[in-house]
């Protein structure tokens, strides 16, 4: 079956910081990879996504590469701010049936001034 | 676009009663999501629609949750009864097309108490 495991949280860093979230994935299928934001009290919105094999994602300063020999998608980027604290969901669709979304547990990230 | 609304955005409720929770997709969106979210099982997938029909409901719980979607513009998420483990956060979502590619997006989602 699909699977997507990305690192526990809570991930506590300084503002400026480099901030890496690692996220990889068992699939059936050729997956499109999404990274999602959960920012307080809102729904999920779509922070970046990649749909083949080498395809770096990116928006608002994050980026992620679709690493098909590592079944990985990392999430990074160079330099947090307290906006950015927020719960970051890794997601996977095989498209096999509508683009039905698994989800990782999701991580948690907390930029401190 | 408004986006996809979801209301109400807070329920609270007594153990038995009816809950009826309701969202309106973006325009023009074929495929209807609802998810529930809570601490101890993260997301999770109940049902979707594609054009108004159920096509996969196998994350739906148990018997007490049911939902519909009489047209493209409204679906509804009903508990009878309630219980206190249904308090949750519940979201809808719409996507265009069902492409492996397609973005998915998210109502506010609402905050279900059940006392």
Redesign the interface.
């Known amino acids: 079956g699909n699977s997507v495991t990305q690192m526990e949280g809570p991930v506590t860093l300084s503002e400026e910081a480099f901030l890496t979230i690692n996220c990889t994935y068992t699939a059936t299928g ?3 990879l ?1 990274w ?1 934001v959960q920012y307080p ?6 922070l970046l ?1 990649a ?1 083949k094999a080498d395809d770096k994602g990116s928006n608002k300063g994050f980026e992620a590469t679709y690493r098909k020999e590592t079944t990985s998608f990392h999430l990074e980027k160079g330099s947090v701010q307290v906006s950015d604290s927020a719960v970051y ?1 890794c997601a996977l ?3 096999a ?5 698994t ?1 990782g ?2 991580t948690r990230v907390l930029v401190k001034p | 676009d408004a986006g996809v609304i979801q209301s109400p955005r807070h329920e609270v409720t007594e153990m038995g009663q009816e809950v009826t929770l309701r969202c309106k997709p973006i325009s023009g969106h074929d495929y209807l999501f609802w998810y529930r979210q809570t601490m101890m099982r993260g997301l999770e997938l109940l049902i979707y629609f594609n054009n108004n029909v159920p096509i996969d409901d196998s994350g739906m719980p148990e018997d007490r949750f049911s939902a519909k979607m009489p047209n493209a513009s409204f679906s509804t998420l009903k508990i009878q009864p309630s219980e206190p483990r249904d308090s949750a956060v519940y979201f809808c979502a719409s996507s265009p097309k069902g492409t492996r590619e397609e973005t998915q997006y998210f109502g506010p989602g609402t905050r279900l108490l059940v006392l």
């Open positions: 050729y997956p499109s999404f999602y009290g809102e729904g999920l919105q779509l996504k749909t969901f669709s095989v498209g049936a509508g683009n039905k979304l989800f547990g999701g």
